[in-house]
C-alpha cells in the first residue's frame, strides 16, 4: 500500500493524558499536513510541515498541541494532557511539490480520538 | 481562501446523473476550484479541479460558470458508492503563505437511493 498510512486508527484515553499519533506520508510527498475534525464538520487546518520544516500553525493549534516531521519523513502529533474538547478525528495528508494550486492532497484514514 | 456554498444536503437515485452546486461570488483569478468527498469513515478524496475551463476525469466532470462565481460537480451515473460529503474548496495558486492548505466548508450531504 503507497497511500498514507496513519496509526493509530483510534485512541481512547483519560482526560488529562498525553498521546501522540503516527503519520507517514507517501514517500516522494514533501508536504504534510495535519487536519482535524469534530463530528458532521469539516477537517479544519492544524499545521503545515514542508520537509522537514513547520511551516505554518493554526491558531487552533494550542501549546499542548506540538508536531514535528524529523528528516523530513514521518510525522508525529503529541496532544499533552488531553481535554474533552479534543475529542476528533485527526487527519494528515501529503502532496507532492507542484507549483500554484493544483496540487491535491492525498489523506489518510485517521486517527479518531476519544477523551473520557 | 475565498468562501463558498454548498446545499447542506441532496438526494439521488443510482445510476442518474448528480448536480453538486457550488457558489464562489467572492473568488479570485488565481483561485483554481477543487472538489473533494469524504466517504463515512475515511479521509478525504481529491475528485478534481479546474481553473477556469471544464474539466473531466474518471470520476466527474467539473462545470465552470463563464464568470467563475459558481461551478457544478457532475457525476454521471451515481452509485451507491458515491454517498458522500462533497466539499467544494478554493485554493489560491499564487502562492503567499497559504502553503496549499485546504479551508473546508460543511460540504453537501449526498444520499444516492437505490
Known amino acids: 500500500d503507497t497511500g498514507v498510512s496513519q496509526d493509530p486508527r483510534h485512541k481512547i484515553t483519560k482526560r488529562g493524558q498525553n498521546v501522540t499519533f503516527r503519520c507517514d506520508p507517501i514517500s516522494e510527498h514533501n508536504r504534510l499536513y495535519w487536519y482535524r475534525q469534530t463530528l458532521g464538520q469539516g477537517p479544519e487546518f492544524l499545521t503545515y510541515f514542508q520537509n522537514e520544516a513547520q511551516l505554518e500553525k493554526s491558531r487552533l493549534l494550542s501549546d499542548r498541541f506540538s508536531a514535528e516531521r524529523p528528516k523530513g519523513s514521518f510525522s508525529t502529533l503529541e496532544i499533552q494532557r488531553t481535554e474533552q474538547g479534543d475529542s476528533a478525528m485527526y487527519l494528515c495528508a501529503s502532496s507532492p511539490r507542484l507549483a500554484g494550486g493544483r496540487n491535491e492532497q492525498f489523506f489518510g484514514p485517521g486517527t479518531r480520538l476519544t477523551v473520557l | 481562501d475565498a468562501k463558498t456554498t454548498q446545499p447542506n444536503s441532496m438526494e439521488s437515485n443510482e445510476e442518474e446523473p448528480v448536480h453538486l452546486p457550488c457558489n464562489h461570488s467572492t473568488i479570485s483569478g488565481t483561485d483554481y476550484i477543487h472538489w473533494y468527498r469524504q466517504l463515512p469513515s475515511q479521509g478525504p478524496e481529491y475528485v478534481i479541479h479546474?481553473?477556469?475551463s471544464n474539466v473531466n476525469n474518471r470520476m466527474a466532470s467539473l462545470a465552470i460558470a463563464e464568470d467563475r462565481k459558481s461551478s457544478t460537480l457532475i457525476l454521471h451515473r451515481a452509485t451507491l458508492r458515491d454517498a458522500a460529503v462533497y466539499y467544494c474548496i478554493l485554493r489560491d495558486s499564487a502562492g503567499g503563505t497559504s502553503y496549499g492548505k485546504l479551508t473546508f466548508g460543511q460540504g453537501t450531504i449526498l444520499t444516492v437511493h437505490p
Open positions: 479546474g481553473l477556469t
